[in-house]
Nanobody, 118 residues
Framework: QVQLVESGGGLVQAGGSLRLSCVAS????????MDWYRQAPGKQRELVAH???????NYADSVKGRFTISRDNAKNTVYLQMNNLKPEDTAVYYC????????????WGQGTQVTVSS
């Protein structure tokens, strides 16, 4: 089993910054993905940023150039640095870990609220 604990959400004005953190514990395999998703009220959950254990990253078009995903594999932690926040970034942000060994084993954090005021 894997447990994920997010932190760093809050209320910020448009143009501001926040950094989210997600600490993973438990059975984390060598090959894995650690991602950030978000879900706004009335909308489907969407992938915001993706990172792999070998260092690859990619982003949703809506956050490219503003958000940066990074990870510290020694600490089993993934971060999401969010700059130039916009009201449309308001959502619950979820950490997601996928262990990969012959199949995918997927785990979710409890979510952290990010609210951007205009």
């Amino acid at each position: 089993q894997v447990q994920l604990v997010e932190s760093g959400g809050g209320l910020v004005q448009a143009g501001g910054s926040l950094r989210l953190s997600c600490v993973a514990s438990g059975n984390i395999l060598r090959i894995n993905y650690m991602d950030w998703y978000r879900q706004a009220p009335g909308k489907q959950r969407e992938l915001v940023a993706h990172s792999t254990s070998d260092g690859s990253t990619n982003y949703a078009d809506s956050v490219k150039g503003r958000f940066t995903i990074s990870r510290d594999n020694a600490k089993n932690t993934v971060y999401l640095q969010m700059n130039n926040l916009k009201p449309e970034d308001t959502a619950v942000y979820y950490c997601n870990l996928v262990n990969i060994y012959m199949r995918r084993y997927e785990y979710w954090g409890q979510g952290t609220q990010v609210t951007v005021s205009s």
